[in-house]
């Protein structure tokens, strides 16, 4: 081929590749192909106030010694990210790059708000980057961010920490208002900046200090515990919606602010008026008691988990938020629903019955104590939750299991029947009185916890220790037999009924509680005195002598038997109680009516008379001896009848039951045999 033709294809072939290499070079500087890798830090960029400008133009050097840099640089990139690596982004830039666009830099000193003498800082051979880092991508490479105290603070630590040395930088600003408030830094301008802003110490100055109520409270008590003067400070404002609720401003425009955030008196202040379903029931009850209602004001919650659960809510969008978060009815609203596996098993039934299950819903616990307990978890990480929590079968998870000595006994026998070891797992307790007692602990703190509560051995954890007057006595006998100190210990009283009677004790209070509880001297502290009709007697004798009124103090009763009788009482309510237990005059009250034959005879004549209906009110009696006689009634009962001792019980015998003797027992037993009289009689 001729040589000038060759030289001709050469050249053609050198400017394609050229051209193809200077559109290549081209591409890969625009911003769009850096942006197909650097994604995140691609958004901060777009935000910023450098979105006009291509990365190109300033991450690269200005120059042929830049271009091939660049060049080189992205190569390694696209090389590391194809063996499957991360590349480092190590393009730089510099001042001289910053300042090709910002002519005018090194010649600011200040700017409305502060001093800022750019050409000092240049002097000492700070880049404009040490400074303006996060401008465009961030510190972190998501958002953009504007220079703080943490900007300055490597090397003015000394001033950001002194609230004097504010004006150092910051000028008398005339600040007069934010977007929400109204706060005229004019009108403060006589107080040091850290008054309200707080002193700017490293640890504080991550995130700047936050000014609220208990920031102003010094000065404005006044207007902060007023409602009405809430637009001195705070402007109208035009929030509609937060993270997790619609609450359009606006449309409560009509209201005064302190109706739903509730007046910020000083003691309020510390913790802003927390709102809930009781702040917006005033108006909204309809909409909070109906569960199809909750999206007018909930926005759909985006929650997976809290601290100690898993709650995908997403999962659960398909259910009305009332079926686990209860219908919030008026009533119900002081409360929120309190969820529990009450509340999860109508769905996780399978679950919640399944202790190897547990951490499906729950998340492992870093519990090491509680208010009144130490209660390691991490320590106990080897055992399955149910070993202490008990098996949640919908059977037991209507109350969670109850821990007590019980539940630890099984491991820890030696700590729990150790009273010196109680302190292990029960913290010092801080507690001065129960709801009916009053019991200062901290006067008690010279003495073990085993002397009131009791050693709580194996055999005694079944039932913690009952403390009564027994328990007290030891040591406070003078109190316990004094019953005009009860009220140093027992807290005045709100009963007004018990299981069984109407007491209202705020209808006694003008008694000694021992008028009705009695003396409780030691001798009678093992027992605490027992109230009857003769307690009563001495203030109600016509109410106790009158069986009409016997629905005054004893309630309605649901017995049903005695450890020896079936007595169906709900099947004798249309009787007077006095036609069994007879009139309750004074004479009569010291031992309560006793009821017999003769008690039931007016009613059970056929039954008395009968005696294998013996069993209708009669249980199968324990009894194996009498003071006289061995009579084993067990070994009896299978061989003959009631009757075959004790004789028929008809009306005419009854005041005297049938007496026992020898004529009785001889059908079966020799009587003749007198070396045998020992088998029944006792001497």
Known sequence: MHTRKVQAIVLVAITLVVIWAVGASSKQQSSEYCSSCHTVTSQSWQQSGHASEGCYDCHAQPGLKGWIQSRLDLQRMIRVSREGGQPTFAMEFSSQKC????????????????????????????????????????????QPVGMTHDTCIQCHEGWISDEESCMKCHKSYELAETDTMNIPHGTHAFMSCGTCHGPMWPPEAVGNYEMNHDTCIQCHEDIISDVNQCSVCHKPITVAETDTMKIPHDTHGFMQCGQCHG?????????????????????????????????????VSLVEETAAMYIPHEVHA????????????????????????????????????????????????????????????????????????????????????????????KCHANLISDTKQCSKCHIASSVKATDTMNIPHKDHAKISCGQCHGPQAPAAAEAAYTMSHDTCVK???????????????????????????????????????????????????????????????????????????????????????????????????????????????????????????????????????????????????????????????????????????????????AKNAWRLNHDICAPCHDMEDYDACETCHKW
């Open 99 to 142: 300042a090709s666009c910002h002519t005018k830099a090194l010649t600011i000193n200040e700017t409305d708000a502060l001093r800022m003498p750019h050409g000092l800082h240049d002097g000492v051979g700070l880049e404009c980057y040490e400074c303006h880092k996060g401008l465009v991508h961030g510190t972190d490479g998501t």
């Open 263 to 299: 007046p910020q008196a000083p003691a309020e202040a510390v913790a802003a008026y927390a709102m809930s379903h009781d702040t917006c029931i005033q108006c909204h009850a309809e909409e909070i008691s109906d569960t199809a209602s909750c999206m007018e004001c909930h926005k």
């Open 318 to 409: 398909f259910m009305e938020c009332g079926t686990c978060h209860g219908p919030q009815a008026p009533e119900s609203a002081v409360k929120a629903y309190s969820m529990s596996h009450d509340t999860c098993i109508q769905c996780h039934e399978e679950e919640i019955s399944d202790i190897k299950a547990c951490n499906t819903c729950h998340k492992e616990s870093t519990v090491a104590k509680t208010a009144e307990m130490k209660i390691p978890h991490a320590l106990h990480a080897k055992m399955s939750c149910g070993s202490c929590h008990g098996p949640q079968a919908p059977a037991k998870a209507k109350a969670a299991y109850s821990m007590s000595h019980d539940t630890c006994i």
């Open 475 to 653: 040591c406070h006998a003078d109190l316990i037999g004094d019953t005009k100190k009860c009220g140093v210990c027992h807290v005045s009283s709100e009963v007004k009924q018990t299981e069984s009677m109407n007491i209202p004790h705020k209808l006694h209070m003008n008694m000694q509680c021992g008028s009705c509880h009695g003396p409780q001297y030691p001798p009678a502290a093992e027992a605490a005195y027992s109230m009857s009709h003769d307690t009563c007697v001495k203030c109600h004798a016509r109410i106790i002598g009158d069986t009409d009124s016997c629905g005054k103090c004893h309630r309605s009763s649901d017995v049903v038997e005695t450890a020896a009788f079936n007595i169906p009482h709900a099947a004798h309510a249309k009787m007077e109680c006095g036609q069994c237990h007879g009139p309750q005059t004074p004479a009569s009250a010291e031992a309560a009516y006793s009821m017999s034959h003769d008690t039931c005879s007016k009613c059970h004549t056929k039954w008395l008379a009968d005696v294998d209906a013996c069993e209708k009110c009669h249980k199968v009696p324990a009894i194996d001896e009498t003071d006289a006689v061995k009579i084993p009634h067990e070994l009896h009962s299978s061989m003959v009848n009631c009757g075959g001792c004790h004789g028929p019980m008809a009306p005419e015998e």
